[in-house]
C-alpha cells in the first residue's frame, strides 16, 4: 500500500491484514505544544477498545482490535496487531470512527476544556449548547489554514439554522435533512454542495418475531416498496436506490450486477399468501423524529397496505427511540418493525457487522445468520478490491434472499454554503474545514 504523505501517518499492512504499520510525521505538536508521538497512540486507542470503557468506539473495535493489540515500535512507529485480519482497518481510526481522536498520552478527561489536537485550528472557547471559536494553530504541520478564525453556533433546531444562513449570520451549515433542502435550493445567495453518500435509513424486521420469522413476509413487504418513488419524490432525485443491502452504489466493492429488487406487488401478494397471510396483518412501526425518516415511514404505511399490511405509526424523539442503545431498554433495538437513520462511512465494514452478524450490537433485526457472518469476515480480510467485490456480491445475494433489514435508498450529502465560502473539500462523512475561504 502506498505511503499516505498528506497526513500524520503512513499505513503498510503485513501480508495477510493482521497487523498495520503507521509512520507517524515527524514535528507535529499537539495544540498545548507537545510532541505528538507513538506514546499519543498508544494511549487513545488502549483507552477506546478497553472492554471497561463507555466509548461507542468499542461497536467499531470489538473483535477487531484489543486494549494492548497498539504497539509500540519506537516513538514514530505504531503497530495494529488486530484479533483478525482486515482489509480496511485504517479507516477504523479515520474520520470514519469519530471516537478516535488522538489525544496525548497525558489526557485526563478533560477534553471539552480543551479540544486537544494536532489540526488547523486550536479552540479559543466553548460554551456547551451556546457556540464554540477556534483560531489558527501557528504550529499546525500542514498548509497555512484560512481563514484565522471559525466561529461555530448551536442551533437546537433546524429551521433557526436555515434563517440564519438566509440571513447571512452564518456562512455554512452542517448537512441539512433533504425534507428542507428546498427552502435553500432557490436562493441565489446560496450553493448547496451535494456529494454521494453511504448514508442510509434501515428498516428492520425482528426474524426473531411472528409474523418476520418467516422470510417470505420480508420479502413481500421489500416488494411492496417503490423505490422510485422515494428517490424521485421523497428525496426529490438526490438519492441512490438501495438493493437491501448495505453495499450502496458509492463503494468501489459494490457488484452492481446483482439484479436491482423492485416493486412487483403481484409477487408480493403470492408470498404473504404462501406464508399463510392473505388477510394481512397488524403490525406497529416504531421510528424516530428525523429528517426524512417519518415521510419514509409514511410512504412505508401506504405501500404496506397495497399487499394487506395494515402498518401503525409510532414516531419518537430521537432519545426516546434511542433509549439506552443496548437490548431490552431501546426502543431502535428492541421494536419488531422499525427505521433507524445511519450516518455515512468510507467503507460498508460497519454496516455489515454492528447491525447484521449474529453477535451485533445494533442487531435490530436479531439476525442471526452462520453463512452471513462468514461471509462477512471473509469481505473484511479481503486485501484488494477484486477480492472484496467478490465477497461483496455473495453478501448482496444472500440479503436479497433473506430480507432482514430493507435498504430502499442511500440519500446525498447536502451542505449549503454562501458564496462568499470557497475552498471545502467534498466528504461524504463531512467538512474538513482546513482550507475554508470566506470573503466579506
Known amino acids: 500500500m502506498a505511503a499516505i504523505k498528506k497526513y500524520r501517518f503512513a499505513v503498510v499492512p503485513n501480508a495477510d491484514g493482521s497487523v498495520w504499520t503507521f509512520k507517524l510525521r515527524k514535528g507535529v505538536k499537539f495544540h498545548n505544544g507537545e510532541d505528538f508521538k507513538a506514546d499519543d497512540v498508544v494511549a487513545t486507542f488502549d483507552r477506546l477498545a478497553d472492554p471497561n ?28 496487531h488486530l484479533d483478525a485480519p482486515n482489509g480496511s482497518f485504517p479507516y477504523s481510526v479515520s474520520i470514519d470512527n469519530y471516537n ?13 476544556k480543551t479540544f486537544e489536537g494536532t489540526g488547523p485550528f ?135 450486477s446483482v439484479p436491482q429488487r423492485r416493486q412487483d406487488i403481484a409477487k408480493a401478494k403470492q408470498l404473504m399468501e404462501a406464508a399463510g397471510l392473505a388477510n394481512g396483518f397488524d403490525m406497529t412501526l ?38 439506552k442503545a443496548v437490548f431490552g431498554q431501546s426502543d431502535w433495538l428492541d421494536s419488531p418493525l422499525g427505521i433507524t437513520d445511519y450516518a455515512h462511512r ?24 452462520a453463512t452471513y457472518d462468514g461471509m462477512v469476515n471473509s469481505y473484511l480480510k479481503a486485501l484488494d478490491l477484486d477480492a472484496q467485490r467478490k465477497a461483496a456480491s455473495d453478501i448482496q445475494k444472500l440479503l436479497l434472499d433473506e430480507t432482514p433489514v430493507i435498504f430502499s435508498y442511500f440519500p446525498d450529502l447536502l451542505v449549503p454554503v454562501r458564496k462568499n465560502v470557497s475552498g471545502l473539500p467534498l466528504i461524504a462523512a463531512g467538512l474538513l474545514l482546513d482550507r475554508v475561504s470566506v470573503t466579506s
Not at 415511514?297 to 426516546?320: H, P, T, V, Y
Not at 468510507?346 to 445468520?369: E, I, Q, R, T, Y
Request: proline content about 6%; overall charge neutral.
Open 53 to 80: 470503557g463507555t466509548s461507542n468506539a468499542l461497536s467499531v473495535f470489538k473483535g477487531l482490535l484489543s486494549k494492548g493489540g497498539t504497539r509500540k515500535v519506537d516513538d514514530h512507529t505504531v503497530e495494529f
Open 100 to 112: 478516535a481522536v488522538i489525544l496525548p498520552a497525558s489526557y485526563k478527561d478533560d477534553y471539552e
Open 122 to 256: 486550536r479552540l479559543e472557547s466553548y460554551t456547551p449548547k451556546v457556540g464554540a471559536s477556534f483560531v489558527r494553530n501557528p504550529d499546525y504541520w500542514g498548509e497555512r489554514a484560512l481563514p484565522d478564525r471559525l466561529e461555530f453556533k448551536f442551533y437546537a433546531d433546524v429551521q433557526p439554522r436555515i434563517l440564519a444562513l438566509q440571513a447571512g449570520e452564518v456562512d455554512v451549515l452542517d448537512a441539512i435533512p433533504l425534507d428542507v433542502s428546498q427552502v435553500v435550493l432557490g436562493n441565489p445567495d446560496i450553493t448547496v454542495l451535494r456529494v454521494a453518500s453511504t448514508a442510509h435509513r434501515q428498516l428492520h424486521m425482528r426474524c426473531d418475531m411472528a409474523p418476520f420469522t418467516d422470510k417470505r413476509v420480508r420479502q413481500a413487504l421489500a416488494l411492496c416498496i417503490d423505490r422510485s418513488q422515494l428517490v424521485d419524490g421523497l428525496c426529490r432525485g438526490m438519492a441512490a436506490t438501495g438493493n437491501d443491502s448495505p453495499f450502496a452504489p458509492a463503494f468501489p466493492a459494490t457488484d452492481k
Open 286 to 323: 416504531t421510528t424516530l423524529r428525523y429528517s426524512d425518516v417519518p415521510g419514509y415511514a409514511q410512504l412505508f404505511q401506504n405501500f404496506a397496505k397495497e399487499i394487506g399490511a395494515r402498518i401503525s405509526l409510532n414516531i419518537e424523539d430521537q432519545d426516546k427511540y434511542y433509549g
Open 346 to 369: 468510507s467503507v460498508p465494514n460497519v454496516f455489515l457487522k454492528s447491525p447484521l452478524v449474529s453477535d451485533g450490537p445494533w442487531n435490530a433485526a436479531h439476525f442471526k445468520n
